[in-house]
Protein backbone atom coordinates (compact mmCIF):
# COMPACT_ATOMS: atom_id res chain seq x y z
CA UNK A 1 0.00 0.00 0.00
CA UNK A 2 2.37 2.60 1.02
CA UNK A 3 5.35 4.07 -1.06
CA UNK A 4 6.98 5.91 1.48
CA UNK A 5 8.96 4.82 3.97
CA UNK A 6 10.85 4.93 7.41
CA UNK A 7 13.63 2.54 7.81
CA UNK A 8 14.02 1.52 11.86
CA UNK A 9 17.63 0.82 12.95
CA UNK A 10 17.77 -1.94 16.08
CA UNK A 11 20.34 -2.33 18.48
CA UNK A 12 20.15 -5.41 20.75
CA UNK A 13 18.01 -8.45 19.99
CA UNK A 14 17.70 -9.47 23.86
CA UNK A 15 14.12 -10.36 25.18
CA UNK A 16 12.86 -6.85 24.11
CA UNK A 17 14.39 -6.29 21.29
CA UNK A 18 13.38 -9.65 19.74
CA UNK A 19 10.29 -8.68 20.50
CA UNK A 20 10.55 -5.55 19.25
CA UNK A 21 11.57 -6.68 15.56
CA UNK A 22 8.82 -9.92 15.82
CA UNK A 23 6.42 -7.20 16.28
CA UNK A 24 7.74 -4.74 13.48
CA UNK A 25 7.56 -8.27 10.98
CA UNK A 26 4.56 -9.80 12.33
CA UNK A 27 2.36 -6.52 12.33
CA UNK A 28 3.94 -4.77 9.18
CA UNK A 29 0.28 -4.58 7.32
CA UNK A 30 -1.10 -3.14 10.14
CA UNK A 31 1.58 -0.96 11.19
CA UNK A 32 1.44 0.15 7.52
CA UNK A 33 -1.97 1.17 7.65
CA UNK A 34 -1.29 2.82 11.21
CA UNK A 35 1.56 4.94 9.61
CA UNK A 36 0.08 5.36 5.63
CA UNK A 37 4.03 4.32 5.41
CA UNK A 38 5.94 1.40 5.70
CA UNK A 39 7.70 0.80 8.96
CA UNK A 40 10.51 -1.25 7.46
CA UNK A 41 13.16 -3.09 10.32
CA UNK A 42 16.23 -2.17 8.47
CA UNK A 43 19.09 -3.28 10.16
CA UNK A 44 19.59 -5.24 13.72
CA UNK A 45 22.93 -4.99 15.27
CA UNK A 46 23.42 -7.54 18.36
CA UNK A 47 26.34 -9.59 18.94
CA UNK A 48 24.85 -12.73 19.76
CA UNK A 49 24.53 -13.93 15.72
CA UNK A 50 22.38 -16.88 16.79
CA UNK A 51 19.53 -14.33 18.18
CA UNK A 52 19.01 -13.33 14.25
CA UNK A 53 18.75 -17.11 13.51
CA UNK A 54 15.99 -17.63 16.27
CA UNK A 55 14.22 -14.43 15.27
CA UNK A 56 14.29 -15.43 11.61
CA UNK A 57 14.97 -11.78 10.65
CA UNK A 58 15.12 -11.01 6.84
CA UNK A 59 18.23 -11.70 4.91
CA UNK A 60 20.28 -8.86 5.29
CA UNK A 61 18.62 -7.43 8.45
CA UNK A 62 21.18 -8.82 11.01
CA UNK A 63 24.68 -7.00 11.39
CA UNK A 64 27.24 -7.72 14.26
CA UNK A 65 28.08 -4.35 13.62
CA UNK A 66 26.68 -1.32 15.27
CA UNK A 67 27.87 1.28 13.43
CA UNK A 68 25.87 0.08 10.15
CA UNK A 69 23.38 1.44 11.68
CA UNK A 70 24.55 4.36 13.38
CA UNK A 71 26.60 5.34 9.95
CA UNK A 72 23.67 4.76 7.83
CA UNK A 73 22.44 7.82 6.57
CA UNK A 74 19.31 5.60 5.22
CA UNK A 75 18.32 4.78 9.02
CA UNK A 76 15.91 7.10 10.14
CA UNK A 77 15.09 6.02 13.52
CA UNK A 78 17.37 4.32 16.13
CA UNK A 79 16.01 2.16 18.96
CA UNK A 80 18.56 1.35 21.10
CA UNK A 81 17.75 -1.61 23.63
CA UNK A 82 21.23 -3.18 24.95
CA UNK A 83 19.94 -1.27 28.49
CA UNK A 84 22.96 -0.28 30.89
CA UNK A 85 25.14 3.03 30.63
CA UNK A 86 27.74 2.37 28.61
CA UNK A 87 28.04 1.76 25.26
CA UNK A 88 24.59 2.71 25.10
CA UNK A 89 25.15 6.61 26.00
CA UNK A 90 27.61 6.30 23.19
CA UNK A 91 25.61 5.04 20.97
CA UNK A 92 22.53 7.06 21.61
CA UNK A 93 24.76 10.59 21.71
CA UNK A 94 26.39 9.35 17.96
CA UNK A 95 22.51 8.53 16.61
CA UNK A 96 21.34 12.14 17.91
CA UNK A 97 24.72 13.67 16.36
CA UNK A 98 23.89 11.97 12.83
CA UNK A 99 20.68 13.59 12.97
CA UNK A 100 18.69 10.02 13.50
CA UNK A 101 15.66 10.10 16.02
CA UNK A 102 16.35 8.09 18.64
CA UNK A 103 13.69 5.55 20.83
CA UNK A 104 15.58 3.55 23.90
CA UNK A 105 13.92 1.51 27.01
CA UNK A 106 16.58 2.38 28.84
CA UNK A 107 15.78 3.27 32.27
CA UNK A 108 19.33 3.22 34.11
CA UNK A 109 20.99 5.35 31.32
CA UNK A 110 17.85 7.51 31.54
CA UNK A 111 17.78 8.14 35.37
CA UNK A 112 21.84 9.10 34.98
CA UNK A 113 21.83 10.75 32.05
CA UNK A 114 18.50 11.77 30.76
CA UNK A 115 19.59 15.81 30.87
CA UNK A 116 22.36 15.07 28.92
CA UNK A 117 20.85 13.35 26.51
CA UNK A 118 17.58 15.32 25.91
CA UNK A 119 20.15 18.55 25.77
CA UNK A 120 21.79 16.91 22.93
CA UNK A 121 18.99 15.87 20.80
CA UNK A 122 17.66 19.03 21.47
CA UNK A 123 20.52 21.13 20.21
CA UNK A 124 20.16 18.68 17.72
CA UNK A 125 16.66 18.98 16.74
CA UNK A 126 15.98 15.47 16.92
CA UNK A 127 13.55 13.53 19.54
CA UNK A 128 14.45 11.21 22.20
CA UNK A 129 11.31 8.45 23.34
CA UNK A 130 11.46 6.30 25.94
CA UNK A 131 7.66 4.78 26.75
CA UNK A 132 8.97 1.53 27.74
CA UNK A 133 11.41 2.87 30.48
CA UNK A 134 8.82 2.87 33.04
CA UNK A 135 5.98 1.00 33.43
CA UNK A 136 6.41 -1.77 30.60
CA UNK A 137 3.07 -1.67 28.38
CA UNK A 138 1.60 0.71 30.42
CA UNK A 139 1.42 4.31 28.69
CA UNK A 140 2.35 5.90 31.55
CA UNK A 141 5.24 8.54 29.80
CA UNK A 142 2.74 9.72 26.76
CA UNK A 143 0.04 10.24 29.71
CA UNK A 144 2.18 12.35 31.91
CA UNK A 145 3.68 14.50 28.93
CA UNK A 146 1.20 14.86 27.11
CA UNK A 147 -2.70 13.75 27.93
CA UNK A 148 -2.04 15.40 31.50
CA UNK A 149 -0.15 17.99 30.37
CA UNK A 150 -2.68 20.29 31.69
CA UNK A 151 -2.00 19.78 34.79
CA UNK A 152 -0.29 20.55 37.94
CA UNK A 153 1.17 16.73 39.21
CA UNK A 154 0.90 16.70 42.85
CA UNK A 155 1.35 13.48 43.98
CA UNK A 156 2.85 9.82 42.39
CA UNK A 157 2.66 6.85 44.16
CA UNK A 158 3.85 3.80 41.70
CA UNK A 159 4.15 0.33 41.75
CA UNK A 160 7.04 0.24 39.20
CA UNK A 161 8.99 -3.29 39.90
CA UNK A 162 7.16 -6.31 38.65
CA UNK A 163 10.31 -8.69 40.29
CA UNK A 164 9.41 -6.99 43.78
CA UNK A 165 5.56 -7.07 43.60
CA UNK A 166 5.30 -10.52 42.64
CA UNK A 167 7.26 -11.33 45.42
CA UNK A 168 5.96 -9.42 48.09
CA UNK A 169 2.55 -10.92 46.60
CA UNK A 170 3.94 -14.19 47.28
CA UNK A 171 4.38 -13.63 50.57
CA UNK A 172 1.55 -12.08 51.47
CA UNK A 173 -0.66 -14.77 50.17
CA UNK A 174 1.56 -17.66 50.91
CA UNK A 175 3.45 -16.89 54.06
CA UNK A 176 6.60 -17.82 52.09
CA UNK A 177 10.25 -15.69 53.05
CA UNK A 178 11.51 -13.14 50.75
CA UNK A 179 14.66 -15.85 50.08
CA UNK A 180 11.89 -18.60 48.71
CA UNK A 181 10.12 -16.57 46.49
CA UNK A 182 13.11 -14.39 45.07
CA UNK A 183 14.58 -17.14 42.49
CA UNK A 184 10.71 -18.03 41.37
CA UNK A 185 10.62 -14.40 40.45
CA UNK A 186 13.66 -14.45 38.72
CA UNK A 187 12.81 -17.54 36.65
CA UNK A 188 9.93 -15.18 35.22
CA UNK A 189 12.30 -13.68 33.21
CA UNK A 190 11.50 -9.74 34.27
CA UNK A 191 14.57 -9.65 36.55
CA UNK A 192 17.43 -7.73 36.10
CA UNK A 193 20.80 -9.01 35.19
CA UNK A 194 21.81 -7.97 38.89
CA UNK A 195 18.91 -9.13 41.32
CA UNK A 196 19.95 -6.10 43.74
CA UNK A 197 18.87 -3.79 41.60
CA UNK A 198 15.37 -5.26 41.69
CA UNK A 199 15.58 -5.92 45.04
CA UNK A 200 16.90 -3.36 46.63
CA UNK A 201 14.67 -0.60 44.55
CA UNK A 202 17.50 0.90 42.11
CA UNK A 203 15.53 -0.10 38.89
CA UNK A 204 12.17 1.66 40.74
CA UNK A 205 14.50 4.34 42.17
CA UNK A 206 15.75 4.80 37.78
CA UNK A 207 11.77 4.70 37.11
CA UNK A 208 10.88 7.15 39.89
CA UNK A 209 13.65 9.79 38.23
CA UNK A 210 12.32 9.53 35.11
CA UNK A 211 8.84 10.35 36.23
CA UNK A 212 10.26 13.39 38.40
CA UNK A 213 11.84 14.89 35.64
CA UNK A 214 8.84 14.57 33.62
CA UNK A 215 6.65 15.98 36.30
CA UNK A 216 8.43 18.81 37.15
CA UNK A 217 10.90 19.34 34.03
CA UNK A 218 13.77 19.28 36.28
CA UNK A 219 16.24 15.40 36.40
CA UNK A 220 16.63 14.97 39.98
CA UNK A 221 20.14 13.07 40.76
CA UNK A 222 19.50 9.67 41.56
CA UNK A 223 21.68 9.63 45.00
CA UNK A 224 18.84 12.30 46.03
CA UNK A 225 16.58 9.83 45.97
CA UNK A 226 16.60 7.93 49.74
CA UNK A 227 16.04 4.38 48.24
CA UNK A 228 14.92 1.58 50.43
CA UNK A 229 14.54 -2.10 48.93
CA UNK A 230 12.17 -5.19 50.16
CA UNK A 231 15.63 -7.81 51.31
CA UNK A 232 14.50 -7.39 54.92
CA UNK A 233 10.92 -7.69 54.95
CA UNK A 234 10.02 -10.46 56.81
CA UNK A 235 6.51 -12.86 56.55
CA UNK A 236 5.68 -11.53 60.11
CA UNK A 237 5.50 -7.83 59.25
CA UNK A 238 3.37 -8.65 56.06
CA UNK A 239 1.34 -10.69 58.48
CA UNK A 240 0.72 -8.16 61.42
CA UNK A 241 0.46 -5.04 58.58
CA UNK A 242 -2.28 -7.26 57.23
CA UNK A 243 -3.31 -7.41 61.10
CA UNK A 244 -3.22 -3.62 61.31
CA UNK A 245 -5.41 -3.07 57.75
CA UNK A 246 -2.35 -2.94 55.61
CA UNK A 247 -0.71 -4.48 52.50
CA UNK A 248 3.05 -4.40 51.42
CA UNK A 249 4.34 -2.68 49.06
CA UNK A 250 7.24 -1.26 47.09
CA UNK A 251 6.45 2.39 46.40
CA UNK A 252 8.02 4.97 44.30
CA UNK A 253 6.37 7.95 46.11
CA UNK A 254 6.45 11.75 44.36
CA UNK A 255 4.90 14.73 46.44
CA UNK A 256 4.86 18.32 45.99
CA UNK A 257 2.01 19.32 47.51
CA UNK A 258 3.39 20.48 50.67
CA UNK A 259 6.33 22.56 50.00
CA UNK A 260 9.78 20.81 48.37
CA UNK A 261 9.89 18.35 45.98
CA UNK A 262 9.64 14.66 47.63
CA UNK A 263 10.90 11.71 45.69
CA UNK A 264 11.60 8.27 47.48
CA UNK A 265 11.83 4.59 47.29
CA UNK A 266 10.85 2.54 50.24
CA UNK A 267 8.18 -0.46 51.05
CA UNK A 268 5.37 1.21 52.25
CA UNK A 269 2.32 0.27 54.13
CA UNK A 270 -0.67 0.59 51.64
CA UNK A 271 -4.33 0.66 53.04
CA UNK A 272 -6.06 -2.49 51.69
CA UNK A 273 -8.59 -0.36 50.08
CA UNK A 274 -6.77 1.78 48.01
CA UNK A 275 -6.51 1.07 44.25
CA UNK A 276 -2.43 0.40 44.82
CA UNK A 277 -3.27 -2.40 47.47
CA UNK A 278 -5.18 -5.06 44.82
CA UNK A 279 -2.31 -4.53 42.09
CA UNK A 280 -0.58 -7.85 42.59
CA UNK A 281 1.81 -10.11 41.19
CA UNK A 282 4.06 -8.84 38.43
CA UNK A 283 1.48 -5.99 37.34
CA UNK A 284 2.84 -2.36 37.90
CA UNK A 285 0.59 1.00 38.13
CA UNK A 286 0.63 4.29 38.26
CA UNK A 287 -1.56 6.57 41.01
CA UNK A 288 -1.10 10.17 39.77
CA UNK A 289 -3.23 12.82 41.26
CA UNK A 290 -3.10 16.44 38.85
CA UNK A 291 -4.93 19.41 40.30
CA UNK A 292 -7.57 19.74 37.42
CA UNK A 293 -8.00 15.88 36.89
CA UNK A 294 -8.06 14.62 40.42
CA UNK A 295 -6.80 10.83 40.75
CA UNK A 296 -5.84 8.76 37.61
CA UNK A 297 -4.80 5.34 37.71
CA UNK A 298 -2.62 3.83 34.91
CA UNK A 299 -2.20 0.06 35.68
CA UNK A 300 -0.91 -3.03 33.19
CA UNK A 301 1.93 -5.39 32.75
CA UNK A 302 5.30 -3.71 33.35
CA UNK A 303 7.96 -5.98 31.83
CA UNK A 304 8.01 -8.58 29.80
CA UNK A 305 9.22 -9.28 25.88
CA UNK A 306 5.31 -8.46 24.15
CA UNK A 307 4.10 -5.45 26.78
CA UNK A 308 7.16 -3.44 26.11
CA UNK A 309 7.83 -4.15 22.54
CA UNK A 310 3.80 -2.66 22.23
CA UNK A 311 5.46 0.19 24.34
CA UNK A 312 8.69 0.43 22.24
CA UNK A 313 6.64 0.15 18.69
CA UNK A 314 4.24 2.93 19.85
CA UNK A 315 7.28 5.24 19.90
CA UNK A 316 8.76 4.33 16.95
CA UNK A 317 5.18 5.13 14.79
CA UNK A 318 5.60 8.41 16.52
CA UNK A 319 9.15 9.09 15.49
CA UNK A 320 7.74 8.09 12.22
CA UNK A 321 4.96 10.48 12.19
CA UNK A 322 7.14 12.90 13.07
CA UNK A 323 9.39 12.23 10.15
CA UNK A 324 6.63 12.04 7.59
CA UNK A 325 5.33 15.38 9.10
CA UNK A 326 8.15 16.81 8.51
CA UNK A 327 8.90 17.12 11.93
CA UNK A 328 6.45 19.09 13.06
CA UNK A 329 4.73 18.78 16.58
CA UNK A 330 6.65 16.74 17.87
CA UNK A 331 6.34 16.85 21.66
CA UNK A 332 9.95 17.65 23.57
CA UNK A 333 10.79 14.79 25.97
CA UNK A 334 10.00 15.97 29.09
CA UNK A 335 6.95 17.72 27.55
CA UNK A 336 8.62 21.13 28.13
CA UNK A 337 9.51 23.66 25.62
CA UNK A 338 12.05 24.74 27.63
CA UNK A 339 14.11 22.55 29.78
CA UNK A 340 14.50 24.42 33.47
CA UNK A 341 18.51 25.05 33.86
CA UNK A 342 19.75 25.60 37.11
CA UNK A 343 21.04 21.91 37.29
CA UNK A 344 19.59 19.19 39.19
CA UNK A 345 16.11 19.64 41.24
CA UNK A 346 16.47 19.95 44.92
CA UNK A 347 14.67 17.09 46.94
CA UNK A 348 13.46 16.79 50.33
CA UNK A 349 15.74 14.81 52.35
CA UNK A 350 14.58 11.66 53.89
CA UNK A 351 14.63 13.43 57.64
CA UNK A 352 12.24 15.71 56.50
CA UNK A 353 9.48 13.03 55.50
CA UNK A 354 6.06 13.16 57.93
CA UNK A 355 4.52 9.98 57.86
CA UNK A 356 2.83 6.82 60.18
CA UNK A 357 5.12 4.21 60.57
CA UNK A 358 5.27 0.34 61.55
CA UNK A 359 7.45 -0.49 63.93
CA UNK A 360 8.24 -4.16 64.96
CA UNK A 361 10.74 -3.94 68.35
CA UNK A 362 11.88 -7.18 69.40
CA UNK A 363 11.99 -7.54 73.04
CA UNK A 364 12.77 -9.55 76.38
CA UNK A 365 9.49 -10.81 77.62
CA UNK A 366 9.76 -8.80 80.94
CA UNK A 367 7.31 -6.47 82.85
CA UNK A 368 7.90 -2.46 81.72
CA UNK A 369 9.07 -3.65 78.18
CA UNK A 370 6.58 -1.59 76.71
CA UNK A 371 6.08 1.34 78.83
CA UNK A 372 9.85 1.66 78.00
CA UNK A 373 9.61 2.15 74.33
CA UNK A 374 6.34 4.02 74.91
CA UNK A 375 8.56 6.55 77.08
CA UNK A 376 11.21 6.96 74.48
CA UNK A 377 8.54 7.51 71.61
CA UNK A 378 6.79 10.21 73.79
CA UNK A 379 10.14 11.86 74.26
CA UNK A 380 10.27 12.19 70.92
CA UNK A 381 6.50 13.49 70.15
CA UNK A 382 5.79 10.02 68.59
CA UNK A 383 1.96 8.88 69.08
CA UNK A 384 0.89 5.78 69.23
CA UNK A 385 -1.81 4.81 67.19
CA UNK A 386 -1.65 1.22 67.44
CA UNK A 387 0.05 -2.02 69.54
CA UNK A 388 0.01 -5.80 68.71
CA UNK A 389 1.84 -7.60 71.45
CA UNK A 390 1.61 -11.81 71.15
CA UNK A 391 4.06 -14.04 72.54
CA UNK A 392 5.53 -15.50 69.57
CA UNK A 393 9.06 -16.29 69.76
CA UNK A 394 10.92 -14.53 67.22
CA UNK A 395 14.48 -15.96 67.79
CA UNK A 396 15.70 -14.45 71.21
CA UNK A 397 12.45 -12.10 71.96
CA UNK A 398 8.96 -11.14 71.54
CA UNK A 399 7.52 -9.15 68.67
CA UNK A 400 5.86 -5.29 69.84
CA UNK A 401 4.53 -4.35 67.14
CA UNK A 402 3.24 -0.65 66.93
CA UNK A 403 1.38 1.57 64.18
CA UNK A 404 2.18 5.25 64.94
CA UNK A 405 0.51 8.95 64.11
CA UNK A 406 2.17 10.48 62.10
CA UNK A 407 5.83 11.35 62.66
CA UNK A 408 9.12 13.21 61.50
CA UNK A 409 11.80 11.00 59.70
CA UNK A 410 14.45 12.95 62.08
CA UNK A 411 12.33 11.92 65.59
CA UNK A 412 11.72 8.52 64.34
CA UNK A 413 15.59 7.83 63.50
CA UNK A 414 16.63 9.23 66.85
CA UNK A 415 13.54 7.54 68.64
CA UNK A 416 15.10 4.48 67.45
CA UNK A 417 18.30 4.70 68.07
CA UNK A 418 18.19 4.75 71.85
CA UNK A 419 14.92 2.35 71.67
CA UNK A 420 17.77 -0.24 70.12
CA UNK A 421 20.49 0.37 72.66
CA UNK A 422 17.70 -0.46 75.54
CA UNK A 423 18.86 -4.03 77.34
CA UNK A 424 15.43 -5.19 77.08
CA UNK A 425 15.55 -5.07 73.31
CA UNK A 426 17.32 -7.96 71.82
CA UNK A 427 17.48 -7.27 67.90
CA UNK A 428 17.33 -3.88 65.64
CA UNK A 429 13.58 -2.56 64.90
CA UNK A 430 11.82 -3.09 62.01
CA UNK A 431 10.50 0.19 60.60
CA UNK A 432 8.12 0.29 57.55
CA UNK A 433 6.56 3.58 56.93
CA UNK A 434 3.06 4.10 56.04
CA UNK A 435 2.33 5.18 52.04
N1 LIG B 1 13.26 -5.76 36.34
C1 LIG B 1 12.16 -4.95 35.96
C2 LIG B 1 10.93 -5.40 36.75
C3 LIG B 1 11.92 -5.04 34.48
O1 LIG B 1 10.99 -6.44 37.41
O2 LIG B 1 9.94 -4.70 36.74
C4 LIG B 1 11.07 -3.95 33.91
O3 LIG B 1 11.66 -2.69 33.99
Known sequence: MAERSVKVGLIGLGVVGGGVARLLLEEKERLAEVLGAELQLARAADLDEKLAGELALPA?????????????????????????????????????AGGKQV???????????????????RQKGVGVAFEASVGGGIPLIRSLRESLAANRINACLGILN????FILTKMTAEGASFQDVL???????????DPAF????????????????LVTGAQPRLEDIPTEGISRLTPLDIQFAGEFGYK???????????????????????????????????????????????DVLLYGLGAGRRPTASAVVGDILEMARGILGGGRGQTPPLGRAGLKNGGPL????????????????????????????AKVLAEHRISIEAVIQKGRETGGGVPIVMLTHEAREASVQAALEIIDGLEVISQPTMLIRKA
Not at 353 to 372: E, I, N, S
Open 103 to 121: VTANKALLAHHGAELFAAA
Open 248 to 294: VKLLALFNQDGGGVEARVHPALVPRDHVLASVDGAFNALHINGDWVG
Open 183 to 193: KEAQARGFAEA
Open 198 to 213: DVEGIDTAHKLAIVTA
Open 60 to 96: GVYTAEVNAILDDPAIDIVVELIGGLEPAKSFILKAI
Open 346 to 373: ALKPLSEAVCQYYFRFTALDKPGVLAAI
Open 162 to 165: GTCN
